[in-house]
């Protein structure tokens, strides 16, 4: 990552959470410590930030508390061949014409790109996914309500009755966190409220991660295996995932890292 893309994803968390440790940067940027310390000297130095002892901290106070996670211009960089590949062959399971949820994510967004030649019916949460459907094709969008936050590039609305209840879909497609055996893994509660009631819309919950999603392990589980009906990753899922989701009656959707088109794609049912 260089340097201007460094400084930008530090300043990018720091106003997120207010406090963030040089352990946290060096994650966030994959640079070693001593580069992040010389980041935050230069920020410092800058007036963009102020340097505290063992991290940085913001300048102003967020005015209200952000979500849980890495911000979404940072995952957006991460396994991008895996998840280009991943989004067509969530879009290849559609038929034109059909209602669909596709939740906010890095990997979901890819889907915009090979939605461009269908005509569905899309209901988000959103924002980059809604605004490039309607700029860039003939798909009919629908955005919920709610707060707009800014780091996710997410809305969520903290109430019951909003526009959510009011949408059909036959498929939601979603990323995660994390999978495991006891289910599909998020990191924050308000992703968890707002993603229940759209899970609780669709007929078919198909999910969209890369194979590195089956190590990770997060405090909230969102759903079980078993509310899950296919799984599209790349081939660096190991066999011992593979038959753990077999086991949940999971579809197992693989797809070649960085191949995008659909004669790539290997369907091992459950």
């Not at 936050?149 to 959510?164: A, C, G, K, M, W």
């Amino acid at each position: 990552m260089h340097e201007k893309d460094r400084h930008r994803v530090i300043l990018s968390a720091v106003q997120d959470r207010s406090l963030v440790t040089v352990v946290d940067l060096c994650a966030l940027t994959g640079a070693s410590e001593a580069t992040v310390r010389r980041d935050i000297n230069t920020l410092d130095e800058q007036k963009r930030l102020r340097r505290v002892r063992g991290g940085a901290e913001a300048l102003k106070t967020a005015p209200f508390v952000g979500l849980a996670g890495r911000p979404f211009s940072v995952n957006e960089t991460m396994n991008s061949a895996e998840k280009q590949a991943i989004a067509a062959a969530a879009v290849d399971l559609c038929d034109d014409g059909e209602p669909i949820i596709i939740n906010g994510g890095t990997t979901t967004f890819q889907m915009v790109h090979p939605l461009a030649s269908r005509r569905m019916q899309v209901f988000t949460n959103s924002f980059p996914i809604a605004e490039h459907l309607l700029k860039n094709t003939r798909n009919t969008v629908m955005l919920s309500g709610g707060i707009i936050y800014r780091e996710q590039n997410i809305i969520l609305s903290p109430f019951d009755n909003d526009v959510t209840r009011n949408f059909y879909a036959k498929r939601m497609f979603m990323g995660a966190q994390g999978i495991g055996p006891l289910g599909l893994m998020e990191q924050d509660p308000l992703l968890v409220q707002a993603e229940e009631k759209l899970i609780g819309q669709a007929e078919e919950l198909i999910v969209l991660v890369d194979s590195s999603k089956f190590a990770n392990r997060s405090s909230l589980i969102l759903c079980p295996l078993e509310r899950i009906d296919t799984i599209i990753t790349d081939d660096g899922i190991d066999d011992r995932t593979a038959a753990m989701l077999e086991r949940a009656d999971v579809t197992l959707i693989v797809v070649p890292k960085g191949a995008a088109q659909k004669d790539g794609m290997a369907q091992l049912p459950a």
